[in-house]
């Protein structure tokens, strides 16, 4: 498979993760059983993915001048990442905070975007070359809605796909969607969109449905361990998850579904096929720690979906 460029919008954080068998009340201190600290944010995230998948990668975001910005750029350099990073001073490099439950793997966040919470319509235009050069461009919503936007209008303005994962959920104007060709909630953002409560997946084809009234071009719904659907005027797809080993850790699985759904579309997969890929890379990435230290390489996927694992991976129907 030959390499093909992806252009990813986002946010980097630190990510601070607390393992406990449960949340604290508020105003209760309890004892966790490990704390681990390591890069995160949903677009750095999702370039790591779409890297160590095969692709070409550009990451555009804001950084402050600090140590956490350091472990950033030490990210992105050792995973061979193009970093398009204005670094600030006197704004804190953005951080998370990831509890962790012991028992499930299951996770809770909070996201204090920092420098990156301060991006614009013109970080985009600068990077206005790469975009235009890209076979992919992706975006989400933990840096502002405007230079999301701008990012899905340079891309259209390109003939460039456009992949707009909306997380965190948040209220949003209809005519961002026509900008889509493909839209990625998971059950909790896009029964925030539609107002529809995701149960399965015939409750997610009626809230893809809804987003495809509003323009898009197909939404993709992840399902957690039920995988994900692919919902467009032409086809439904429900593409089961991969169960690759005990679950650890879920907080990366999302960003590695669309990490490497990316990777696959640009290297010319249709996108059924896409989404099996996406699938299998965020079936392996929950029985490793962290966000983007689980992300697997590109031959671990393949060996997945090659069937080489069957015997402790592979497709499980929900």
Known sequence: ?????????????????????????????????????????????????????????????????????EIAQKTWAAEGITARATVLDGVATGAAHIFVDDRTGMNAIIVAPGAAGTMSAADVDAI?????????????????????????????RHGVTTVFNPAPAMPLPDDIFPLCDYVTPNETEAAALTGIEIRNADDARRAAGILLEKGAGAVIVTLGEGGALLHS????????????????ETAGAGDGFTGGFAAALARGADPVAAMRFGCALAGISV??????????????????????????????EK
């Open 1 to 69: 498979m030959s390499q093909a460029r992806v252009v990813i919008l986002g946010i980097y954080v630190t990510d601070l993760a607390f393992r406990a068998d449960r949340m604290p009340l508020i105003g209760e201190t309890i004892a966790g059983s490990a704390f681990a600290m390591g890069p995160g944010g949903k677009g750095s995230n999702q370039a790591v993915a779409a890297a160590r998948a095969g692709a070409d990668v550009v990451f555009c975001t804001r950084l402050g001048n600090d140590a956490f910005g």
């Open 128 to 156: 206005e070359a790469d975009i235009a050069a890209a076979q992919v461009f992706v975006t989400q919503l933990e840096q502002p809605v405007a230079a999301a936007r701008r990012g899905l209008e340079v891309a259209r």
């Open 233 to 248: 005027r032409s086809q439904s797809m429900h593409v089961p998850a991969f169960q690759c080993g005990p679950v650890v």
């Open 287 to 316: 029985t490793r720690p962290g966000t983007a230290p689980s992300m697997p390489s590109l031959s671990e996927v393949n060996e997945v979906l090659d069937g080489a694992l069957t015997s402790r991976c592979g497709p499980v």
